[in-house]
């Protein structure tokens, strides 16, 4: 195999846990929930942060397909799957049960009141008896802001995961979120990355899409709406707790089993003084957002200048919408000062932002604990973080989890010591493995778990690779 032996480390430490997930987590045969829409508009607030409020588009003017192409790169037979696991050592799980088949799909969703059209990836066994499998919601975690960066648009290798998933037995739903049409017309829009309202209703939008593909299409499997779980990593926690927030009046027709935020920014505010504090990823993360949020906002009368220097108001955004990774203005800053106003810097120095505006506005409408989105339903949570995170630095997290849980979250909070973004997310794999198969199996998340913040754990414990 190609790679550095690191690289084929991480590699095989996602491919087992993945396969002992599948292998932990056994779905049932229930038949698929009411798929009929319960609501025509959805009981939401829209607007904010200077933007006015702007009427839903009905939920029945939205999740229709447009488009769907399956995919031969996507069409692999379980045996292959088996040897290219065995390539990694990996073999107890061995042979897989199904072959799996992938479309690329393109929907309707919504942006800002106006129909617009969104990509997604469906992965599904490949069987002809009209079996029903739990449905897993995959959003990705951040790579890039623009329609070439979406997973889509790329090969197997990009949607690995959901081809693993649907082999073992899961109906996976990934979405690409606004600006990211992996395939067809581009969006000509940037990303709007770490948006609530955008990217919970593009996510949802795209399970209404792919139920109601399985309905229409019938290639054979069914999806069980009433076994769907939000599972994703760094921006996909953050996409996976705000779907499952706006998830009961804006996608009724599903339940959520349990929702899964590994390294998840729960709170925008508190990571981006700690980014304008010192230069750590957390910076880098907060000119995307600030970028981003602006382009997706536009509160009048305000210019990204006010926040970033002049040079780099001028050029980011041009530089996000076309590259997923090259970003000149900013990459050769080594300094807060070569990137950020005075006046934020100065602002941030005294330990708040509030009054800021819009720029504190659009950060606190992605803080989980003081939202105005209704929590309407409880379903289990684990979040994980990790202790040597710069980008969703832990203590930011961990000091949101007494607001959540007087807000109704019922969460099992983890916390690996020592360990960055990435590899927090990877070794603690194993533990969300067994935590994921109790709450679809029925089992209530024990309350000596509940909302306690723990001292951080060795995660490495969890593994147990075979070299």
């Keep these: 195999m190609e790679g550095s032996p690191e690289e084929r480390t991480v590699t095989k430490l996602h491919t087992l846990a993945l396969l002992a997930l599948a292998a932990a987590c056994t779905p049932k045969d229930d038949t698929a929930g009411d798929t009929a829409v319960q609501s025509l508009i959805p009981d939401l607030p829209t607007g904010g942060c200077e933007m006015a409020s702007y009427d839903w588009v009905p939920l029945d003017q939205v999740g229709d397909v447009v488009d769907a192409d399956e995919g031969d790169d996507l069409e692999v037979g379980s045996a292959a799957i088996d040897f290219l696991l065995a390539s990694y050592g990996v073999t107890q799980f061995s042979p897989l049960p199904h072959d799996v088949r992938g479309w690329r799909i393109r929907y309707v969703t919504q942006d800002k009141g106006q129909p617009v059209e969104a990509t997604m990836v469906l992965t599904l066994p490949d069987v002809d008896d009209g079996s029903s499998f739990p449905i897993v919601v995959w959003p990705h975690g951040t790579s890039g802001f623009t329609d070439e960066c979406a997973p889509s648009a790329g090969g197997m290798t990009e949607s690995g995961f959901g081809i693993i998933f649907a082999s073992m037995g899961y109906a996976v739903v990934a979405p690409d979120y606004l600006g990211m049409n992996g395939f067809g017309e581009p969006s000509g829009m940037l990303h709007p990355y770490l948006v609530p309202e955008a990217t919970a209703v593009a996510t949802l939008d795209a399970v209404r899409a792919a139920i109601r593909f399985v309905e229409d299409e019938q290639p054979g499997a069914a999806m069980n709406a009433d076994q769907t779980i939000f599972w994703g990593g760094s921006e996909g926690g953050f996409a996976a707790l705000w779907a499952e927030r706006y998830q009961p009046r804006y996608l009724p027709e599903v339940t959520t089993v349990a929702t899964v935020a590994l390294v998840p920014p729960t709170d925008l505010t508190a990571i981006a003084l700690q980014g304008l504090a010192q230069p750590i990823d957390a910076s880098g993360g907060l000119v995307a957002a600030l970028t981003a949020q602006h382009s997706w906002f536009q509160a009048p009368g305000h210019s990204l200048n006010e926040v970033l220097l002049d040079s780099i108001a001028e050029a980011l955004p041009q530089e996000m919408m076309e590259s997923c990774n090259d970003f000149p203005s900013v990459d050769s800053a080594e300094t807060l000062e070569e990137i950020f106003q005075p006046a934020l810097l100065a602002q941030a120095a005294t330990g708040s932002i509030e009054g800021f505006d819009p720029w504190a506005c659009y950060l606190g409408m992605a803080d989980l604990a003081e939202t105005v989105i209704p929590r309407d339903i409880d379903p289990p949570v684990l979040i994980q973080v990790s202790g040597a995170d710069q980008l969703v630095v832990a203590s930011t997290v961990r000091d949101s989890i007494p607001g959540l849980c007087e807000d109704g979250y019922r969460i099992d909070y983890i916390e690996c010591e020592g360990l960055d ?23 209530p998340l024990p309350e000596v778990e509940t909302c306690v913040v723990d001292a951080p754990i060795d995660c490495e414990q969890f593994l147990d690779l075979e070299e």
């Design 421 to 443: 973004h990435t590899d927090g997310a990877v070794y603690s794999l194993p533990y969300q493995i067994e935590w994921v198969a109790e709450r679809l199996a029925g089992t």
